[in-house]
């Protein structure tokens, strides 16, 4: 297995506070079965934000360190950016870091109100040539309303990655409801752990992909192909979204 969304790299964000709970991190990916694992730390323009120089550089200590523990994981570079309206600009500058140096770019919106930019940003990204992954769209209060909303921007050609918590109920269960509605809508494409720590945010990628597929059976591959496909920078099997229709008073229920 391949984790596209991590917060392992120590000391940077709110992820790993130290060497030891990173090597912690990694350990439990390695016992999970996950053999490559994407070092994604928050990158926003007030607050977090290594260059991809510094991120290159802070992999490489921490995988030299898991080397010397003996544990068989692979830590590859990224980042978790934060929307702004000036994201195609600090691009350009070389600021910000994608997904194993790859034209995908992991993208994180608002949790309470999706900002009225979006549209222009993510237009803008694919005409340099960029693929936005929206991270954790389940988890956005705008998706959970009207999961439309993603199918729109699927259409467009852009990409979302589903927490592997949202599907384990670890975030509630208007998020559990709506992830599930994504997958079974193919609105969702990747599958990352968005791993924090080694207690309340740590690693489930493994179970979560046991719940995938009791939900999609055989289509789990999918998600394991398009991991491998992202770093290594080629084209994903996306598939055709699904409009949804909810059933009636369902959005009542959920939301009640």
């Given at each position: ?66 080397t010397q523990a003996g ?174 229709r909810e059933k009636k ?8």
């Amino acid at each position: 297995m391949i984790d596209l969304h991590s917060h392992i790299l120590p000391g940077v964000d709110d992820g790993a506070g130290d060497l030891a709970e990173a090597l912690g991190i990694a350990r439990q990916s390695a016992e999970q079965g996950i053999e490559k694992i994407v070092a994604t730390p928050h990158w926003m323009t007030d607050g977090y934000g290594l260059t991809p120089e510094v991120t290159a550089e802070r992999v490489r200590e921490l995988q030299a360190s898991i080397t010397q523990a003996g544990i068989e994981l692979t830590v590859l570079p990224g980042a978790e950016v934060l929307i702004t309206p000036e994201l195609g600009r600090l691009l350009e500058q070389g600021l910000i870091s994608t997904i194993n140096h790859s034209r995908y770019l992991l993208l994180e919106l608002s949790f309470r109100e999706i900002p009225d930019y979006t549209e222009n940003v993510l237009y803008d990204l694919k005409v340099m040539g960029y693929i936005p992954v929206l991270a954790h769209p389940e988890r956005y209060q705008d998706v959970m309303a009207d999961p439309n909303l993603l199918y729109s921007w699927v259409k467009e050609g852009v990409l979302a990655q589903l927490n592997a918590g949202s599907l384990l109920g670890d975030f509630g269960l208007r998020v559990q409801q709506t992830a599930e509605i994504l997958v079974q809508h193919n609105l969702v494409h990747l599958l990352g752990s968005d791993v924090h720590s080694t207690g309340q945010r740590k690693q489930s990628l493994q179970p979560a992909f046991v719940r995938l597929r009791e939900l999609i059976g055989g289509e789990i591959t999918r998600f394991t192909d398009n991991a491998q496909n992202v770093i290594d920078n080629l084209d994903l099997k996306s598939g055709s979204p699904i409009y949804y229709r909810e059933k009636k008073g369902f959005i009542k229920r959920l939301f009640s």
